[in-house]
Each structure stands twice: as C-alpha cells, then as structure tokens.
C-alpha cells in the first residue's frame, strides 16, 4: 500500500505542478495581452495630444492674425505688421490679395516654417471707406486642408478723412 499511496501522492503533484505551469503561462499570455492594448492606447493618446497641439497653436495664429487685420488698413499695413525676417509674401487671387506668412511650430515667424498662415484681403466696394472680408487660415506643413479658419472683416477708413462739419454738443 505505501508503494500505491507514494505513487499517488508522486501523481497529485506532477499534476499541481503542471496546473501550476498552465496557469502561470495564460497568466503570461493576459499579461502580454493587456501590455499591448495599453501600449496601443497610449501611443494613440500621444497622437492625440500632439494634433490638439498644432490645432491650439493654429487658433492662437488664426486670433492674431485676425487682430492685425483689424488694425490695418490695407494689405501694405498688414503685411508690415505680420512679417518678420522675411516670412511673409503677398499674392493675387482673382478677387483679391492673399498674405501667406510662415512660422515653425513654436509659432516664431519663420521662412521656411510648417504653419503656414494665409489672411486674405477682399474689399467689398471701391468707395472712400469699405468693408474689407478677410478669411485667416492655417495649414499645418503642405496639407491641403487647413487646421483652422477665421473669416473677419474689417471697415477700412480713408487716409486723412474728416467729417465736413464738427458738431459741438
């Protein structure tokens, strides 16, 4: 009997080690499994947060641009105040001029940057003072959609106007 009870006892081992093996390695499996999944997750996370990047850093070059537009009255103007070492340069369109200007993604002005900002400047009558329709958009390197895109407009004065009359209250 103690031969039959040791070979058992020899069997109920084996048998817990080689449970204690499967386990371990479906354990491994769902280990490696959920590694992945994660791994997957953050580097989509990543991804997201570098486009959310581009897209914040767009609207803040979208708003300042717009302000310039605001401030300026006429493409001369607006160029003078968007440019810098060189990264601006005005083009015709069949209704109006276009300034395309330049910046690196820390949106310092750049030639040869990977934002590129395009303000257009479209009077909407030949009068002393018109309104001027301006549309800012902002690629992001040589993509042909852009990121973001801000139509203004803006009432442009003529130079040295003055009323006829000065009313005294």
């Keep these: 009997m103690s031969k039959n009870g040791g070979m058992s006892k020899d069997r109920g081992k084996r048998r817990h080690v080689t449970s204690f093996y499967l386990e371990t390695l479906v354990l ?5 499994a959920v590694i992945l999944v994660l791994t997957r997750m ?10 959310a990047g581009r897209l914040t850093r767009a609207v803040h070059l ?11 009255d006429g493409m001369d103007t607006l160029r003078m105040l968007l440019e810098e070492d060189g990264n601006a340069q005005v083009s015709q ?41 301006s549309t800012v958009s902002v690629y992001w390197m040589e993509e042909a959609e ?3 895109v801000l139509d203004t407009a803006v009432y442009t004065h003529a130079q040295n106007h003055l009323p006829d009359e000065t009313y005294d209250r």
């Design 28 to 32: 491994a499996v769902v280990l490696i």
């Design 42 to 51: 953050f580097a989509f996370s990543a991804d997201l947060s570098d486009r």
């Design 62 to 72: 979208a708003e300042n641009a717009a302000e310039a537009v605001a401030a300026s």
């Design 93 to 133: 369109d069949g209704t109006g001029e276009i300034l395309q200007i330049w910046y690196d993604e820390e949106m310092r002005p750049a030639s040869g940057g990977r934002f590129r900002v395009e303000v257009s400047w479209k009077p909407e009558a030949a009068a002393a003072g018109s309104l001027v329709g």
């Design 146 to 148: 852009p990121l973001y």
